[in-house]
């Protein structure tokens, strides 16, 4: 069993950072790959991306690209999610997420344990 907490979330311009953190209980953290959701008002939840286990592997949608990093500590049991050049279209609710396996999926039903989200809000 893991229990995802997600913090950092906040109301931000167009163009700032934010870095949302998400601390795991449990002391198999460091046996699960990572990842992070999101969901916006009316659409589903999409994939942001996820770190392997170890964190020697990264993967990311499209959309985010270039501009999201994510880094874990397992040492710490946290994963974080460091958000830069943000938009108005990243305006959703945050989930980090936890699976056995490959972090390589993209599909929420195949994740088995979920934080209550954070929000992040992006003015214009």
């Known amino acids: 069993q893991v229990q995802l907490v997600e913090s950092g979330g906040g109301l931000v311009q167009a163009g700032d950072s934010l870095r949302l953190s998400c601390t795991a209980s449990g002391r198999t953290f460091s046996t699960y790959a990572m990842g992070w959701f999101r969901q916006a008002p009316g659409k589903e939840r999409e994939f942001v991306g996820a770190i392997t286990s170890r964190g020697n592997y990264t993967n990311y949608a499209d959309s985010v690209k270039g501009r999201f990093t994510i880094s874990r500590d397992n040492a710490k049991n946290t994963v974080l999610l460091q958000m830069n050049s943000l938009k108005p279209e990243d305006t959703a609710v945050y989930y980090c997420?936890?699976?056995?396996?490959?972090?390589?999926?993209?599909?929420?039903?195949?994740?088995?344990?979920w934080g209550q989200g954070t929000q992040v809000t992006v003015s214009s």
């Open positions: 997420t936890a699976r056995a396996g490959s972090s390589n999926v993209h599909t929420p039903r195949l994740w088995g344990y």
